[in-house]
Structures are given as structure tokens and as C-alpha cells.
């Protein structure tokens, strides 16, 4: 895989002596490094600018979690085709954290030392490869015969022409041990140690990366020196644990970004939080001075407003003067309203005593009612014919009958008596009222409470039922009407 991402270098002497040095190799046909350096040494970052000055191009591959020996296998079989086939200059960066089996470094160790893989291509392939290369062979003069031998020769010699190996290796770990069972990997490779970076390029990475932090220039320069003192520091620090302690500890190229790394994250928080301080601090103040504004405006107002409020107090106290009069007559009117207000309900107390004495007269009466209507549905046109048969009918039934006509409103007549003198009778205007289809009728749906004022307490029904059972009808309705 070739790789466009951009790279942040930084270049000082040390820097340049090792890229000058990986230049050489790279540009040499046949040429292969090995890099040893700890991380961050820088190793890598020469390599791809060494090859950019070369003019070769770059490739490595991409370790996912499935990449296996196969997958490894065939990116070599497209970087030895691109360089041997098509005779274009690549570089093959490889580095020791890539390292997932132990074939990688094996076909590493063959590559380097013959040229190629055994048993990479498969025959088909393999004459793929030598068609080619067969243009390019005639041309140089290597396959004079065309042979596939001589042509896969030719495809060999120019992958190791073409093609620069450059291994980046840690002399921390197993995988630097392992270089012992692969020979190759040392003899056929220049080595090139990247040690620790010196002072002037521990001044210059840190000048580089705390150029963007806004700051003086002379505290920017002291930032630089104490970076680099807490650095070298380090690794004074650690040789001196090595001599007593018999162990070893790094201090690398990569502890130094990260401290610089972690100075401006610490510097960037420190700033904020000061920067939050001073903004509340000048929040309070500008709401003190607005504060303070507004009290001298309101003490303006009030010295204003004290001749009104003297006024107001004048008028509130004349206004009380009022108010207290107002208020003795309100009194005076409330001992006449609660006078009124008693005999209002000694009137409702009475009233509703009146109202219990009627509604007990009336639960007497309604039975009473009842039964006269009850006694009314009794009658028949039969007993009707019985009154009006009667030719001399018994005082009784006189005096019943014209007690209905006196409810009724019925006019007697005048007639002259056994002596000659003028007196009413109520008998034919009875045998008429009661000859009327619609008598009883009326009598059912009579008005009780206009009844008119007579004197009935000589009624008797049992009297009036032993002369004529209609008049006793007749008579209990006309008693229960009274009551």
C-alpha cells in the first residue's frame, strides 16, 4: 500500500546525516538498510523522504486482523511484479511491529539473500512474468536466447535492481533477537543506529511544536530549554539507573513529543481556567459598576419623588378624615340593616311554622280527598236517576244538593213556602245540575281552593247515606273539598 499521507518533519543535523545516509543506500542498485533505532527515533519518517528524493516509491502493507501469511504473499507478488515486471523504482518499508508470523521475516530473509521468494509465483504466473520482462531483456541483451530461464533470470536481477528493501527494527524486544536465526537480514543490509537525538535537535523539535502556542518569544525559549533539560534529565537519569539498578529504561524520541504534547494540553487547560477566572471576575466588576449606576439614578429618583410623597401623605391623611366619617355612618347603617335583619328572620321562623301547620293539614286532608274521589267513582248514571226520580226527597239530600250548588256557584230559586212567603230553593236548580251529562265530571276535576266561603259542619254522611247512597257520595266529596 502507498501511502499520501502528509508528514510534520522537523530538520536538523542529526536528522540530515541519517537521511543522507538512507539516500546513498536507497539510490544504490541492490541497495537494502536496516534502521535500528526506539520508537519515534525517526526511522521511518527518513525513509519515506530519502525515497521521495530517490524518486522511488513507497510501499507497505496494511496489518488488519486477518492478515495472514497468504495475504502477505500476495502483496509481495503485486510489489515484485510493479518492480520486476514493470520495472518501476519502489521502496519496501517494512518494520518489526508488522511482524505477525514468523514467515513474514522468512520470506524476507529469501527475498533479500536470492532476490526472490521460493515458490511465490505459480507456473501460470511465472510466464507472465518472463512475457513481460521479454522486451526489456532484448533490449539490455540478458536473454539471448529467450528462454524462460534466462527470462525469470533477467525478471530476478532486475526486482533486486529495482527494488529497495528498508527494515525498521527496535533493538527493544524479541524481534531483534530473532535477527539471528536470518542472517540475511544483516549481511545483505546497511545498518544505520539512530541513537538519541543531541541537544540542538531536542531544541529544534521543541521550538517546531511550540512554534503554534501563542506566547512571547523569550518565555517560548525558556518553554524550549526546560523541555529539553527535563529530557536529557531523563536520560542522564537513566543511565544512572542501569549503573545502580542493573535495569534499563528508555527515555525515546516519542517521550519527548509527548511531553511537549502534554505541556501544551496542561498549558491549554491552565489558560482556560484562567481565562474563565478573569472573565467572571470581570463579569462581577461590570455588574458592580452597572449596580452601583443604578442606585445613583434611583437616589436621583428619590430626591425627586420625596416633595410628591410629602404631598401624597397630605392627601392620604385628609383622605382618612373622610374615611373615618364615612365609616361611623357605615356603622349606623349596619345596626339598622341587623335590626332589619332580625325581624326578617323571627318573620321566616313564623312562616315556617305556618308552613309546617299547613303541610300537617294537608297530610290530614289528602286522605280524606282521596276518599271522596274514590266515594265520586262509585256513582253511576243509575244512582244519578235515583236523585232525579225523587218528587219529595228527604231534607238530607236537599241539604247536600244545595251545598254543591253553593260550591258550584249555582243561583236557588224563588218559591213561595206552605205560608205563602218568598223564600230560595236550591231543589230544581239541583235537579238540573245533576241532570247535566258532565256533572260528575266536574266534580272530578273541581277546583278545591276556590271553593267559597259556607257553613257545612251540619253535614253528616252516615245520615246522608241512609236516605240516598249518590248524596252520600255526593256529600263525603263535598266535605273532603271544605277540609
Same mark, same amino acid.
Given at each position: 500500500m502507498m501511502s499520501t499521507k502528509k508528514m510534520d518533519l522537523v530538520c536538523f543535523l542529526y536528522m540530515l546525516e541519517h537521511l543522507s545516509r538512507v539516500a546513498r543506500v536507497i539510490k544504490n542498485p541492490g541497495g537494502n538498510a536496516l534502521l535500528v533505532g526506539v520508537g519515534g527515533s525517526g526511522r521511518q519518517s527518513c525513509a519515506k523522504l530519502a525515497s521521495f528524493l530517490a524518486d522511488f516509491l513507497v510501499y507497505q502493507v496494511e496489518i488488519t486482523r486477518g492478515y495472514d501469511q497468504t495475504s502477505f504473499r500476495e502483496d509481495l507478488k503485486k510489489l515484485l511484479t510493479n518492480s520486476g515486471g514493470k520495472g518501476e523504482k519502489y521502496v519496501f518499508l517494512f518494520s518489526d511491529s508488522q511482524i505477525k508470523t514468523e514467515g513474514f521475516v522468512e520470506d524476507l530473509n529469501n527475498l533479500l539473500n536470492a532476490g526472490e521468494v521460493p515458490n511465490l509465483f505459480a507456473a501460470d504466473e511465472r510466464?507472465?512474468?518472463?512475457?513481460?520482462? !521479454?522486451?526489456?531483456?532484448?533490449?539490455?541483451?540478458?536473454?539471448p536466447d529467450g528462454t524462460p530461464t534466462q527470462l525469470y533470470a533477467y525478471f530476478v536481477e532486475r526486482? !533486486?535492481?529495482?527494488?529497495?528493501?528498508?527494515?525498521?527494527?527496535?533493538?527493544?524486544?524479541?524481534?531483534?533477537? !530473532?535477527?539471528?536465526?536470518?542472517?540475511? #537480514?544483516?549481511?545483505?543490509?546497511?545498518?544505520?543506529?539512530?541513537?538519541?537525538?543531541?541537544?540542538?535537535?531536542?531544541?529544534?523539535?521543541?521550538?517546531?511544536?511550540?512554534?503554534?502556542?501563542?506566547?512571547e518569544d523569550s518565555v517560548r525559549q525558556s518553554c524550549v530549554q526546560m523541555c529539553s533539560h527535563f529530557h536529557s534529565s531523563t536520560t542522564e537519569l537513566a543511565a544512572r539507573f542501569k549503573l545502580e539498578l542493573k535495569r534499563i529504561y528508555y527515555a525515546t524520541p516519542m517521550s519527548?513529543? %509527548?511531553?511537549?504534547?502534554?505541556?501544551?494540553?496542561?498549558?491549554?487547560?491552565? !489558560?482556560?481556567?484562567?481565562?474563565?477566572?478573569?472573565?467572571?471576575?470581570?463579569?462581577?466588576? *461590570?455588574?458592580?459598576?452597572?449596580?452601583?449606576?443604578?442606585?445613583?439614578?434611583?437616589?436621583?429618583?428619590?430626591?425627586?419623588? *420625596?416633595?410628591?410623597?410629602?404631598?401624597?401623605?397630605?392627601?392620604?391623611?385628609?383622605?382618612?378624615?373622610?374615611?373615618?366619617? %364615612?365609616?361611623?355612618?357605615?356603622?349606623?347603617?349596619? %345596626?339598622?340593616v341587623a335590626g332589619d335583619e332580625a325581624v326578617a328572620a323571627e318573620q321566616a321562623a313564623k312562616s %315556617?311554622?305556618?308552613?309546617?301547620?299547613?303541610?300537617?293539614?294537608?297530610?290530614?286532608?289528602?286522605?280524606?280527598?282521596?276518599?271522596?274521589?274514590?266515594?265520586?267513582?262509585?256513582?253511576?248514571?243509575?244512582?244519578?236517576?235515583?236523585?232525579?226520580?225523587?218528587?219529595?226527597?228527604?231534607?238530607?239530600?236537599?241539604l247536600v244538593l244545595q251545598a254543591v250548588c253553593i260550591m258550584k256557584g249555582v243561583k236557588p230559586a224563588r218559591v213561595k213556602d206552605d205560608t205563602g212567603k218568598m223564600v230560595e230553593d236550591y231543589w230544581g236548580p239541583s235537579k238540573l245540575m245533576v241532570s &247535566?251529562?258532565?256533572?260528575?265530571?266536574? #266534580?272530578?276535576?273541581? &277546583?278545591?281552593?276556590?271553593?267559597?266561603?259556607?257553613?257545612?259542619?251540619?253535614?253528616?254522611? &252516615?245520615r246522608v247515606g241512609k236516605v240516598s247512597r249518590a248524596c252520600w257520595g255526593i256529600c263525603m266529596w263535598v266535605r273532603a273539598m271544605e277540609t
Open positions: 510466464v507472465t512474468l518472463t512475457e513481460m520482462v !521479454r522486451a526489456a531483456a532484448r533490449q539490455e541483451g540478458k536473454a526486482c !533486486r535492481k529495482m527494488l529497495a528493501i528498508v527494515l525498521c527494527f527496535s533493538p527493544i524486544g524479541d524481534a531483534w533477537r !530473532r535477527l539471528r536465526q536470518f542472517p540475511s #537480514l544483516v549481511n545483505c543490509c546497511t545498518l544505520d543506529w539512530f541513537t538519541e537525538w543531541p541537544a540542538d535537535a531536542l531544541n529544534a523539535v521543541a521550538q517546531r511544536f511550540l512554534g503554534d502556542v501563542e506566547m519527548f513529543l %509527548e511531553l511537549i504534547q502534554t505541556f501544551k494540553m496542561l498549558l491549554a487547560e491552565k !489558560r482556560k481556567q484562567v481565562s474563565d477566572l478573569k472573565d467572571k471576575y470581570q463579569n462581577g466588576v *461590570q455588574k458592580i459598576l452597572t449596580t452601583e449606576a443604578s442606585v445613583e439614578g434611583m437616589k436621583v429618583e428619590l430626591i425627586d419623588l *420625596q416633595p410628591k410623597l410629602v404631598q401624597k401623605n397630605v392627601e392620604v391623611e385628609a383622605m382618612m378624615v373622610t374615611v373615618n366619617a %364615612e365609616s361611623e355612618k357605615t356603622n349606623k347603617i349596619k %345596626e339598622v %315556617e311554622a305556618q308552613k309546617a301547620d299547613v303541610e300537617a293539614d294537608l297530610s290530614e286532608a289528602m286522605p280524606a280527598l282521596q276518599n271522596a274521589l274514590a266515594a265520586l267513582d262509585t256513582l253511576t248514571a243509575k244512582d244519578i236517576g235515583e236523585i232525579k226520580a225523587m218528587a219529595n226527597p228527604p231534607g238530607p239530600v236537599k &247535566d251529562s258532565t256533572f260528575l265530571k266536574s #266534580l272530578q276535576t273541581y &277546583d278545591k281552593d276556590a271553593i267559597p266561603a259556607a257553613n257545612l259542619e251540619d253535614f253528616q254522611p &252516615d
